[in-house]
Antibody
Framework: EVQLVESGGGLVKPGGSLRLSCAAS????????MNWVRQAPGKGLEWVSS????????YYADSVKGRFTISRDNAKNSLYLQMNSLRAEDTAVYYC?????????????WGQGTLVTVSS | DIQMTQSPSSLSASVGDRVTITCRAS??????LAWYQQKPGKVPKLLIY???TLQSGVPSRFSGSGSGTDFTLTISSLQPEDVATYYC??????????FGGGTKVEIK
């Protein structure tokens, strides 16, 4: 069974940093692209960042470019999102999602999400 | 950037009704379109990819169609468990994996 479990969310002050993790199991992690998608309270879905299976290709939404860094460790079956210079508008539930492959970036499995709150 | 516009933003229909949700891309995206269902308080679930391919395990009352700029998600016979918000997502380019604004479906 595919499982994605996010961790690392919490309350952080504007300008602060946070590192999210996603632990994957139940599939060959190194064969799939991985992604972060967020959802602000009461709002719709917003794609944040994607990374290909071997980390060769990395993509960011304009809203986080230069502030967030996606990475993965295939040996540990883990995905990460380093978030710096956080803003109030980054407040959201952050979901880890599996991509179909390195060419088809739709999301077939999602984690339960971890809440990030940016507030003073 | 290509924008994805869903309509309507919400709808109310009776059990058994045929429900249609539209997603329009501001530029052509071939068939690189997915649909997701998010029930209240739950995680999004993939319903359809490649505009019309049903994800494994999704009930056959869901179907998708379209290509280029205009896409449709249809629920052939609305069921109470279909109450959810539905999102389209384009994936023709990993540089911008844009979601539509969502369509909230309720039972009348």
């Amino acid at each position: 069974e595919v499982q994605l479990v996010e961790s690392g969310g919490g309350l952080v002050k504007p300008g602060g940093s946070l590192r999210l993790s996603c632990a994957a199991s139940g599939f060959t992690f190194s064969s799939y692209s991985m992604n972060w998608v967020r959802q602000a309270p009461g709002k719709g879905l917003e794609w944040v960042s994607s990374i290909s299976s071997s980390s060769s290709y990395i993509y960011y939404a304009d809203s986080v470019k230069g502030r967030f860094t996606i990475s993965r460790d295939n040996a540990k079956n883990s995905l990460y999102l380093q978030m710096n210079s956080l803003r109030a508008e980054d407040t959201a539930v952050y979901y880890c999602a599996r991509g179909e492959d390195d060419y088809e970036y739709y999301f077939d499995y999602w984690g339960q999400g971890t809440l990030v709150t940016v507030s003073s | 950037d290509i924008q994805m516009t869903q309509s309507p933003s919400s709808l109310s229909a009776s059990v058994g009704d045929r429900v249609t949700i539209t997603c329009r891309a501001s530029q052509g995206i071939s068939n690189y379109l997915a649909w997701y269902q998010q029930k209240p308080g739950k995680v999004p679930k993939l319903l359809i990819y490649a505009a019309s391919t049903l994800q494994s395990g999704v009930p056959s009352r869901f179907s998708g169609s379209g290509s280029g700029t205009d896409f449709t998600l249809t629920i052939s016979s609305l069921q109470p468990e279909d109450v959810a918000t539905y999102y389209c997502q384009k994936y023709n380019s990993a540089l911008a994996l844009t979601f539509g604004g969502g369509t909230k479906v309720e039972i009348k």
